[in-house]
């Protein structure tokens, strides 16, 4: 149907027709992603830089240059060998974190800019580590990372590029430095070491002296105390022993005393005669000859004589010429002295209850039955028990 309308000429320049178009079309249109930036040509020379999105172009005149990733970009480059300012060499890594901000730039004003970025590094770097000791690149990172990274933003601003940061990834010196410094750092630690169980020993030390200083003097007042209280106690032994001892020779005299007044007063109230004074004399004489040290006895011979004059002192002559002795009249006073006194409260343990305690445990048991049962009568019990 085609070639009977336009014939087969037709056909084939329809078909150049709508080829260019196509490729036309695809000319005009330029799809750039997010995150990049293409850098845009009209007849060999820069005409705008375009970002993310669908851009058209002038077809057969526009052309993308080169397309830009402007995300921050994280590269790490090889380790390097510098050489420090003790003549040592060593192998530095180094981690640069940039952006591009001006993708024109990064394409027209240099070459590569990823190169670049690498051999203004390690020059710089070289610069940086070349004035510093070992010991002090070691442990100068943050004063080496700062000055890197201003030294490369400052060569870097004219390719469009912002240095964000620049690490040292690792720092390695020679093998035999490895050695000494792991020996030296081994000495370090060890020292150290030694330096802190000195250290621990000298507190642990001091902490027990004063602990046995705290314990010795909590002894010593223990002691104190306990010297006080025993001084005390036997100072208030000593008083109530001197009271005790008081009070029962008190006692004691006053028995005496009342011993002497009730005899005295018995004595009175009964009355003696001399005749009772003569044979109680009697009496007591063959008791006077019972020591082992009597041998011999005798009845004084103005025994009678003293009777006598005693008769005649104390009594009355009768009529028939012979002294009778009459005794005194005996008072109420000396009867009532002379009587017996009641002594059930002599024994009282009213005073103490653990005297009383024991007094009537001692009663219970006293009082407690005993089993009289005739001794046959018990042994027949036993001889029949089932249990025998």
């Known amino acids: 149907m085609i070639d009977a309308i336009f014939g087969s000429g037709g056909?084939?320049?329809?078909?150049?027709?709508?080829?260019?178009?196509?490729?036309?079309?695809?000319?005009?249109?330029?799809?750039?992603?997010?995150?990049?930036?293409?850098?845009?040509?009209?007849?060999?020379?820069?005409?705008?830089?375009?970002?993310?999105?669908?851009?058209?172009?002038?077809?057969?005149?526009?052309?993308?240059?080169?397309?830009?990733?402007?995300?921050?970009?994280?590269?790490?480059?090889?380790?390097?060998?510098?050489?420090?300012?003790?003549?040592?060499?060593v192998a530095i890594d180094i981690v640069v974190t940039f952006q591009i901000n001006d993708p024109a730039k990064a394409i027209y004003g240099v070459d590569d800019y990823i190169v670049g970025v690498e051999q203004i590094s390690v020059a710089t770097l070289r610069d940086v580590v070349g004035g510093m000791t070992l010991e002090e690149t070691l442990t100068s990172r943050e004063v080496i990372n700062r000055r890197l990274r201003g030294e490369l933003d400052a060569a870097t601003t004219k390719w469009g590029l912002r240095i964000s940061r620049v690490e040292l990834k690792a720092i390695d010196p020679p093998p035999s430095i490895q050695q000494s410094m792991e020996k030296q750092m081994k000495a370090d630690r060890e020292k150290r070491a030694t330096i802190l169980a000195a250290e621990g020993q000298r507190e642990a030390d001091i902490k027990t002296a004063e602990g046995e200083k705290q314990a010795r003097i909590l002894s010593a007042e223990g002691e104190k105390h306990a010297a006080i209280l025993a001084a005390e106690a036997e100072?208030?032994?000593?008083?109530?022993?001197?009271?005790?001892?008081?009070?029962?020779?008190?006692?004691?005299?006053?028995?005496?005393?009342?011993?002497?007044?009730?005899?005295?007063?018995?004595?009175?109230?009964?009355?003696?005669?001399?005749?009772?004074?003569?044979?109680?004399?009697?009496?007591?004489?063959?008791?006077?000859?019972?020591?082992k040290a009597s041998t011999l006895w005798m009845i004084p011979s103005q025994f009678g004589d003293s009777l006598e004059q005693f008769a005649r002192a104390l009594g009355k002559r009768d009529d028939d010429g012979v002294f009778r002795y009459e005794p005194a009249t005996v008072d109420e006073e000396t009867k009532e002295m002379a009587e017996p006194e009641n002594t059930e409260d002599?024994?009282?343990?009213?005073?103490?209850?653990?005297?009383?305690?024991?007094?009537?445990?001692?009663?219970?048991?006293?009082?407690?039955?005993?089993?009289?049962?005739?001794?046959?009568?018990?042994?027949?019990?036993?001889?029949?028990?089932?249990?025998?």
């Open 11 to 89: 056909f084939l320049a329809l078909v150049l027709i709508v080829a260019l178009i196509a490729m036309v079309v695809l000319k005009a249109i330029a799809l750039i992603p997010q995150g990049e930036a293409a850098v845009i040509e009209r007849l060999g020379r820069y005409t705008r830089t375009v970002s993310g999105g669908i851009t058209l172009l002038v077809p057969f005149i526009d052309r993308v240059r080169a397309k830009v990733d402007v995300r921050e970009r994280v590269v790490s480059f090889p380790p390097q060998a510098v050489i420090t300012q003790d003549n040592l060499t």
């Open 235 to 291: 100072r208030q032994a000593m008083i109530l022993r001197a009271e005790g001892e008081r009070a029962a020779q008190y006692l004691k005299a006053q028995g005496e005393a009342r011993s002497i007044q009730k005899v005295n007063a018995a004595i009175r109230s009964s009355k003696l005669t001399p005749e009772v004074l003569a044979y109680q004399y009697l009496e007591k004489l063959p008791k006077m000859a019972e020591g």
């Open 346 to 388: 002599w024994f009282s343990t009213e005073s103490n209850p653990e005297i009383a305690a024991a007094l009537a445990a001692a009663t219970a048991v006293a009082n407690k039955p005993v089993d009289k049962e005739p001794v046959p009568a018990r042994k027949k019990e036993i001889a029949e028990s089932p249990e025998v």
